[in-house]
């Protein structure tokens, strides 16, 4: 066989060199940005606002870096216009190199999950705030994750914010319920199970809330609801979060509520609690929880029992 020239036999093995992209000099939107990369690509978006539509959700066709020049304060996704809008949809088959980092996801809502839907996906979410996001809509019985929505998948919040976000049961002919104020954690499905690290996160002033109503409600975990064991949150803080059900003006416990900060299934490591509450578990209501040197701090159960 004739020897193939040195030169051409270098070319066949180099490796595809990684882009990088800048938003807005080479592309108006980031979906169009999204839709013009290729799988390792990186998108560095520009300070500014940029809006996300009803209809306009963002998605990922394959694993990339989605980041900020300049940090999360300066470069805000929101949700535009008074329709329900979810701001991202991170379907299967995304892993760990789908990176977001230094992003502010704001205002998006929807009926579960107003920022982010993951539906068995595994992205890292890097430094990236989430506020005032919203899940449940005038006509939702549950609503599930104010700012995020983890059907199945293993996502990774790092140094990430979460501030005044809120699930909200606000369809009080239909027995409402709410679910995770800031992130609601499902318990995976038959193939793909539901995994979760939070890591020197914070949790602002989230709400599980159905106060709106006068009968039979129900809210549990202000900040984060877990259904999964294999979630960990570890150097996080958790502070003003609550889990509240309706109270009538003569101060009669009409629907009930769980979990100031965290309810459910995990481990929580080296975490600050300080003014979360609710009506039983102020700070946490745990379902075969981990708790190993946390801090409590003026957390309050208001009706039942475990502040």
Same mark, same amino acid.
């Given at each position: 066989?004739?020897?193939?020239?040195?030169a051409l036999v270098a070319c066949a093995a180099a490796p595809s060199?990684?882009?990088?992209?800048?938003?807005?000099?080479?592309?108006?939107?980031?979906?169009?940005?999204?839709?013009?990369?290729?799988?390792?690509?990186?998108?560095?978006?520009?300070?500014?606002?940029?809006?996300?539509?009803?209809?306009?959700?963002?998605?990922?066709?394959?694993?990339?870096?989605?980041?900020?020049?300049?940090?999360?304060?300066?470069?805000?996704?929101?949700?535009?216009?008074?329709?329900?809008?979810?701001?991202?949809?991170?379907?299967?088959?995304?892993?760990?190199?789908?990176?977001?980092?230094?992003?502010?996801?704001?205002?998006?809502?929807? %009926?579960? $999950? /107003? +920022?982010?839907?993951?539906?068995?996906?595994? #992205?890292? !979410?890097?430094? *990236?705030? @989430?506020?005032? =996001?919203?899940?449940?809509?005038?006509?939702?019985?549950? %609503?599930? $994750? /104010? +700012?995020?929505?983890?059907?199945?998948?293993? #996502?990774? !919040?790092?140094? *990430?914010? @979460?501030?005044? =976000?809120?699930?909200?049961?606000?369809?009080?002919?239909?027995?409402?319920?709410?679910?995770?104020?800031?992130?609601?954690?499902?318990?995976?499905?038959?193939?793909?199970?539901?995994?979760?690290?939070?890591?020197?996160?914070?949790?602002?002033?989230?709400?599980?809330?159905?106060?709106?109503?006068?009968?039979?409600?129900?809210?549990?975990?202000?900040?984060?609801?877990?259904?999964?064991?294999?979630?960990?949150?570890?150097?996080?803080?958790?502070?003003?979060?609550?889990?509240?059900?309706?109270?009538?003006?003569?101060?009669?416990?009409?629907?009930?509520?769980?979990?100031?900060?965290?309810?459910?299934?995990?481990?929580?490591?080296?975490?600050?609690?300080?003014?979360?509450?609710?009506?039983?578990?102020?700070?946490?209501?745990?379902?075969?929880?981990?708790?190993?040197?946390?801090?409590?701090?003026?957390?309050?159960?208001?009706?039942?029992?475990?502040?």
């Open positions: 066989m004739r020897p193939m020239p040195l060199l990684a882009d990088t992209i800048h938003l807005p000099a080479d592309y108006a939107t980031i979906q169009a940005a999204i839709a013009a990369s290729s799988a390792g690509d990186e998108i560095v978006v520009a300070d500014g606002e940029y809006t996300v539509a009803a209809g306009e959700t963002i998605s990922f066709p394959h694993d990339l870096t989605l980041r900020s020049a300049s940090g999360s304060d300066a470069c805000i996704i929101r949700r535009s216009g008074s329709a329900a809008a979810r701001l991202m949809h991170i379907d299967a088959g995304r892993t760990a190199a789908l990176v977001i980092e230094g992003l502010t996801l704001a205002g998006g809502l929807e %009926a579960d $999950g /107003g +920022a982010i839907f993951i539906d068995g996906a595994d #992205p890292v !979410f890097d430094s *990236c705030t @989430f506020e005032g =996001n919203a899940a449940g809509l005038d006509d939702t019985a549950d %609503a599930h $994750g /104010g +700012a995020v929505y983890v059907a199945a998948g293993s #996502p990774t !919040f790092l140094g *990430c914010s @979460f501030v005044e =976000n809120i699930a909200r049961g606000w369809a009080c002919d239909s027995d409402p319920m709410s679910f995770g104020g800031a992130v609601y954690i499902g318990a995976g499905t038959p193939d793909t199970d539901s995994r979760a690290l939070f890591r020197g996160c914070r949790f602002i002033g989230n709400r599980a809330d159905t106060t709106r109503c006068s009968d039979f409600n129900h809210a549990e975990g202000g900040a984060i609801y877990s259904n999964s064991k294999d979630v960990v949150v570890a150097d996080c803080e958790f502070r003003g979060n609550t889990a509240l059900g309706a109270q009538t003006t003569d101060g009669e416990y009409r629907g009930s509520g769980y979990g100031g900060a965290f309810y459910g299934y995990g481990t929580i490591d080296r975490s600050i609690f300080t003014a979360n509450r609710s009506y039983g578990g102020g700070a946490v209501f745990g379902r075969e929880a981990g708790i190993y040197g946390c801090e409590f701090q003026a957390n309050a159960a208001v009706r039942d029992c475990g502040g």
